[in-house]
C-alpha cells in the first residue's frame, strides 16, 4: 500500500540527474508529458471512488492532480485532525480546498459546542432533580418537576443510560413525593370532614334533647321522625368516626345524648301501643270509676313506659299517674323552683328578641321566637306566667298585623314563585337538578314566611307536585340501585369471607392479597349510593372482614419493614467503605435485594426509602468526586502532552537521526497511563512517525552502500567476499544460481519499476514462479527488502573475473532507488 500511495502522489518535480540518466539508459524514448498526467489522473480517480482509509483521501486532497480530484477528496473526509493537517498544508496553496476544509472543521466545531452545551445541560438538569427530590421547598412542586421533564424532553437522546438512569431516579423520588403530599392532603381533608360531621352530629341530638325537654305537654312527639332521627345520626356517628381518633367527652357526649333519645323514643312506642289501656283508665279517672285493679294497670304501665326525667310528659299519662299516685310534673322537686325560674329567664330573653324582630318587621324569624316564647309561656305555673300574659296578648296582636302587612308585600313574589313553578313543570330537565331546583323555590316561598291565602298555597303545592312527578321514577329506579348496591356488598363480603377463610397464609402471594384488599374497598366504595340503615349490617361484617384481611398483612409488611430497614442500615455502613468499587457493587447488590422485599406499608417505605437513596447517593457522590478528580487530572496531562507534541510535529522526518531521536525520547518520557485516550494515540502516532523516518535514513544509508557494492562489477573491481556483511553468502547460496539478468529484473519486479521490452517475457516467467511459490504482489515491504538484499548478496558475490553489464548494473541501482522512495 506505501509504494502504492507514493506512487499516486509522487512530486511532480524534475528528477535529479542521475535518475535522468538512468531513465535514459533504461527507456531511450520517453513517453509523452500529457499521456503520464491522464494516466495518473485516472489512477487518482479510481483510488478516490475506492474504499480508501481517511489517511489516503488526506493525502489526494493536497497531491491530487486536478482541483476536482482534491475537492471530491476533501468532501470525503470526516476526521478533524486530518482535516487541520490538510487546511495546513493548503493554507496559500490550494485556496478553494482551504476554504471548503475551513467550513467543515467550523461545523465540527459548532457541532463539538452543541454537544457541549447538551451535555452541561443534562449534568445541569440531573443535579437540579437531584435537589428537587430533596428539597423540603414543596411550593409549586408539581409545577417544578413538570418544567424539569419539560427541559429534560429537549435533551433526552444526548444522554447516557447512566444519566438516564440517574435523572430517572429523582424524577420516580419526586413522584413519590408528590403522591405522599396529595395523600396527605387529603387525609387531612378526610379527618377535617369527619370533624365536622362529629360536630354537627353532636349539635344536632344537643338541639333535639332540648326541644323535647320544651316540648308541650298536650303533644306528642311523632315517632317516625325520630325513629328516623336515631339512625341517621347513629349512621352519621358511625361513619364520621371511622378510621379517626374521637377524644373521650365527644364519645361520652354522643353515648349519653344517644341513650337520652333511645330511652324518650322507647317512652312514646309504648305510650302508642299502650294507647287504648291509657284513654280507658283517663275515662275510668273521669267517671270515677276506676278500681284497685284500674290502679294496678296504671302502675304496670308506668314501669313498662317508664318516662325518662327532664322531659315534660303528655297529658295522656296523667291519668295513669293520678291512679298510681304519682305528682304531675316529673320534675324532682328540688328542681322545680330553679326550672320555674329558668323558663322565666328563657321567656323574658325570648320576648326581647321577638320585640326586636317585630321592630325589624323580620316575619320568619318573629314566627319562630313566638313559638319559643309559647313553649316557654306554658311551661311557668300560674304565679308567674300571670307576669307575662299582657305581654304575650301585645306581642301576639303585632305578629298578626306583621303577618297580614307582609302578606300584602309577598304576595306578588309568592304569585311569581307560583309562576316559576309551573313554568319549571314543563321544562324537560335531569330528575337531580330539578329537584334541586324545586327545593329552591319550595324554600323560598318558606322564606317568605308562607301563605294565609289557601288558594295561592294550593296553586303553589299543585305546580310543585306537577314539577316533581318526572322525577318519582328517577328516584324509583335510584332506589332500585340502592339495593344493587346493597346485593353488591353482600357478594364483595361473601367473596372477602370465602378468600379469607381458605387462604394459605404460608405461602400467599402478598402483592394478591394487597391488591385483593384495596380492589374490595375500591368496589365497596362504587357501589354507592344505598341505604344507611340496609347498609348497617352488611357494613359490621364488611368491617370484621377487613380486620381478618389486614392482619396477617400488617405482619407481613411490618416483617418486610425490618428487611429494608436492614438494608438501609448496611447501605449507610458502605459510604464509608474502601475499596470505593466494592462499596459501589454492594450498592447495587443493595438495590437488587431492595426490589424482592415484598409489601410494605405506603408511608413507612417512603421514609426507608428516603434514607436508602440518601445513602446511595452519597456512595455513588464518592465516585462523581474521583472521576471529577481523574478528569482534572487527565485536562493537566492533556495540556503537558499537547505542548510536546507542538514541539515534536514540527520536527521534520528529514531531519538528521540525533533530532529524531531526541524528540522520540522526548515523547518516551511522557506518561502515558495519564492521558486520554486521544492524546495517547498522538502520542503513539508520532512516535511511530519517528521511528519510520529514523528507519528510513537507516535504509537510505544502507541502499547506498549496496549501490556502490552494485556499481564496483561493472569495473572489474568486484568486492573481496571477506569485505562483504556475513550474511550475505548464506543469502546468496539460499537464493540459487541465478544470472545477472534474472538478479536484475527480480529486483525490478520487488520495487515496482517496470523492466525493458526485450525483458518481458523473462518477467513474465519470473513472476509466473514467484506466484507458483505462493509469493504475490501483496508481500510486505520487510520480505521485499530481504528479498532484494539476497539479490544484491547474488550479485555481489559473483567471480571477479566476471564483470556486470553497465546496463544491468545501472537498472538494479535504479530499483534500489525506487525502493527508497517507496
Not at 75 to 97: I, N, T
Not at 779 to 806: I, M, R, Y
Request: include cysteine; hydrophobic fraction near 40%; charge should be negative.
Amino acid at each position: 500500500m506505501a509504494a502504492f500511495l507514493q506512487k499516486l502522489f509522487k512530486s511532480r518535480k524534475s528528477t535529479s540527474a542521475p535518475d535522468r540518466k538512468a531513465k535514459a539508459q533504461a527507456q531511450p524514448v520517453a513517453a509523452p508529458v500529457e499521456d503520464k498526467r491522464a494516466e495518473l489522473r485516472e489512477e487518482q480517480l479510481k483510488a478516490l471512488n475506492a474504499a480508501q482509509t481517511q489517511e489516503a483521501v488526506a493525502g489526494l486532497a493536497i497531491e491530487g492532480l486536478t482541483a476536482d480530484i482534491r475537492l471530491k477528496a476533501v468532501s470525503q473526509l470526516e476526521d478533524a485532525e486530518l482535516l487541520q493537517r490538510v487546511q495546513k498544508q493548503a493554507k496559500g496553496r490550494d485556496k478553494g480546498v482551504y476554504q471548503v476544509v475551513r467550513q467543515k472543521l467550523q461545523v465540527i466545531r459548532d457541532e463539538q459546542a452543541r454537544q457541549e452545551a447538551v451535555s452541561e445541560t443534562i449534568a445541569t438538569l440531573i443535579s437540579n432533580a437531584r435537589d428537587q427530590a430533596k428539597s423540603e421547598d414543596t411550593k409549586l412542586y408539581s409545577a417544578r418537576l413538570d418544567t424539569l421533564l419539560s427541559q429534560w424532553a429537549t435533551v433526552e437522546p444526548g444522554a447516557t443510560p447512566d444519566q438516564l438512569s440517574e435523572f430517572l431516579q429523582s424524577v420516580h423520588s419526586c413522584r413519590e413525593r408528590i403522591a405522599g403530599m396529595k395523600a396527605a392532603r387529603l387525609e387531612e381533608e378526610r379527618q377535617r370532614e369527619k370533624q365536622l360531621q362529629q360536630e354537627e352530629t353532636l349539635a344536632l341530638m344537643a338541639q333535639t334533647l332540648e326541644d323535647l325537654r320544651h316540648q308541650p305537654a298536650e303533644e306528642i312527639a311523632s315517632l317516625a321522625s325520630l325513629d328516623a332521627l336515631q339512625k341517621t345520626q347513629e349512621n352519621r356517628w358511625l361513619e364520621a368516626t371511622r378510621d379517626t381518633q374521637v377524644e373521650k367527652q365527644q364519645q361520652k357526649t354522643y353515648e349519653t345524648s344517644m341513650m337520652a333519645l333511645r330511652n324518650y323514643i322507647a317512652a312514646i312506642r309504648h305510650i302508642n301501643q299502650a294507647k287504648e289501656s291509657l284513654l280507658a283508665l283517663s275515662s275510668a279517672v273521669e267517671q270515677e270509676k276506676a278500681g284497685p285493679e284500674d290502679r294496678e294497670n296504671a302502675v304496670a304501665l308506668l314501669k313498662e313506659i317508664n318516662w325518662p326525667q327532664g322531659f315534660p310528659a303528655p297529658e295522656l299519662l296523667e291519668p295513669a299517674r293520678k291512679l298510681a299516685g304519682k305528682p304531675k310534673a316529673p320534675i324532682e322537686k328540688s328542681d322545680d323552683l330553679k326550672q320555674q325560674q329558668a323558663s322565666a329567664d328563657s321567656l323574658q330573653k325570648t320576648l326581647d328578641h321577638l320585640e326586636e324582630a317585630l321592630e325589624a318587621k323580620q316575619l320568619k324569624d318573629s314566627r319562630q321566637l313566638m313559638k319559643t316564647a309559647q313553649q316557654h309561656f306554658k311551661a311557668l305555673d300560674h304565679r308567674l306566667s300571670k307576669g307575662f300574659q299582657a305581654r304575650m296578648q301585645l306581642l301576639t296582636a303585632q305578629l298578626r298585623d306583621l303577618t297580614d302587612w307582609q302578606g300584602f308585600a309577598t304576595e306578588p313574589k309568592q304569585v311569581a314563585l307560583c309562576e316559576q313553578m309551573e313554568h319549571l313543570a314543563e321544562q324537560p330537565i335531569e330528575p337531580e337538578v330539578k329537584s334541586e331546583r324545586i327545593k329552591e323555590l319550595q324554600q323560598e316561598w318558606r322564606d317568605l314566611g308562607g301563605s294565609s291565602d289557601r288558594t295561592l298555597w294550593s296553586r303553589f303545592k299543585k305546580a310543585s307536585d306537577k314539577a316533581y312527578e318526572p322525577c318519582k321514577a328517577y328516584f324509583k329506579a335510584k332506589s332500585g340501585l340502592k339495593q344493587a348496591n346493597l346485593e353488591r356488598r353482600k357478594e364483595i363480603c361473601a367473596e372477602l369471607e370465602l378468600f379469607v377463610n381458605g387462604a394459605d397464609w404460608s405461602t400467599i402471594d402478598w402483592k394478591a392479597v394487597d391488591r385483593i384488599l384495596q380492589t374490595a374497598r375500591q368496589e365497596w366504595k362504587a357501589a354507592w349510593p344505598i341505604e344507611f340503615r340496609d347498609n348497617r349490617q352488611v357494613q359490621k361484617q364488611f368491617d370484621e372482614l377487613l380486620k381478618k384481611l389486614e392482619a396477617p398483612i400488617n405482619e407481613e409488611q411490618r416483617k418486610n419493614e425490618a428487611l429494608k430497614q436492614a438494608i438501609v442500615e448496611q447501605a449507610q455502613a458502605l459510604t464509608e467503605h474502601q475499596p470505593l468499587q466494592e462499596a459501589m457493587n454492594k450498592a447495587k447488590a443493595l438495590q437488587s435485594d431492595w426490589k424482592a422485599v415484598g409489601i410494605t406499608r405506603h408511608r413507612e417505605d417512603r421514609k426507608l426509602w428516603q434514607a436508602f437513596r440518601k445513602a446511595c447517593d452519597e456512595i455513588f457522590a464518592r465516585r462523581d468526586s474521583e472521576r471529577s478528580e481523574q478528569q482534572q487530572a487527565t485536562k493537566e496531562a492533556d495540556t503537558a502532552a499537547e505542548d510536546v507534541l507542538q514541539q515534536v510535529v514540527s520536527v521534520d522526518s528529514d531531519q538528521d537521526a540525533a533530532a529524531l531521536e531526541q524528540a522520540a525520547a522526548t515523547l518516551r518520557s511522557l506518561d502515558e497511563a495519564q492521558v486520554s485516550a486521544t492524546v495517547k494515540e498522538q502520542i503513539q502516532r508520532e512516535k511511530q512517525r519517528l521511528s519510520q523516518a529514523v528507519s528510513a535514513q537507516e535504509l537510505k544509508a544502507g541502499i547506498s552502500e549496496w549501490q556502490a557494492l552494485v556499481l564496483a562489477r561493472t569495473d572489474a573491481t568486484a568486492p573481496v567476499p571477506g569485505s562483504l556483511p556475513g550474511s550475505w553468502a548464506g543469502l546468496a547460496e539460499r537464493l540459487g544460481d541465478l544470472n545477472d539478468q534474472e538478479l536484475v529484473i527480480r529486483a525490478e519486479i520487488l520495487a515496482g519499476v517496470p523492466s525493458p521490452e526485450e525483458d518481458q517475457q523473462k518477467r513474465m516467467e519470473i513472476q509466473v514462479q514467484r506466484l507458483a511459490q505462493g509469493i504475490g504482489s501483496g508481500e510486505k515491504t520487510d520480505n521485499a527488502l530481504q528479498s532484494v538484499e539476497a539479490l544484491v548478496a547474488s550479485w555481489c558475490s559473483q567471480p571477479a573475473d566476471h564483470p556486470a553489464d553497465p546496463s544491468l548494473a545501472s537498472r538494479l541501482s535504479h530499483a534500489l532507488d525506487k525502493l527508497i522512495t517507496n
